[in-house]
């Protein structure tokens, strides 16, 4: 078991990647980072990726894509690589977003949100 000092805040989600390379984290300091998951070496990050709390991360199947979800209520899609902001849902909810799942076949997200919605 290894451990290292990854945010500055809470850590709220990780996930690790398909083919088990890489680990993504989201935390309330508002950034995401993608970790190498055999030496826990920091590979990417983005700094407040989300207005509030990053309270879920995912990688898609394929492993090109990050989603995150935020208690600021948006829902976001990341290339997995650089980070860079692909796609966003503002208000994807009324209150805080929790909880984001990809489809296992890519082409859907839910979530969960504390406003007892799906």
């Known amino acids: 078991t290894e451990k290292t000092n ?3 805040r809470v850590i709220y989600s990780v996930a690790f990647s398909p083919d088990g390379t890489k680990i993504v984290s989201g ?3 508002e950034t995401i980072k993608v970790w190498d998951a055999a030496t826990l070496e920091l590979k990417s990050e983005k700094q407040n990726a ?3 709390v990053v ?3 995912q990688f898609s199947p394929d492993g090109a894509l990050i989603v995150s979800g935020s ?3 948006t829902i976001k ?3 997995a690589s650089s980070l ?3 796609a966003e849902k503002s208000n994807a909810h009324s209150r805080s977003v929790v909880s984001v799942a990809v489809s296992p076949d890519g082409t859907k997200i839910v979530s969960g949100s504390s406003d ?3």
């Open 50 to 52: 989300h207005s509030y």
């Open 6 to 8: 990854a945010h500055s």
């Open 116 to 118: 007892e919605t799906i």
């Open 77 to 79: 899609v990341w290339d």
């Open 84 to 86: 860079a902001l692909v």
């Open 71 to 73: 208690y600021d209520k």
């Open 55 to 57: 309270s879920s991360v």
């Open 27 to 29: 935390s309330s300091d």
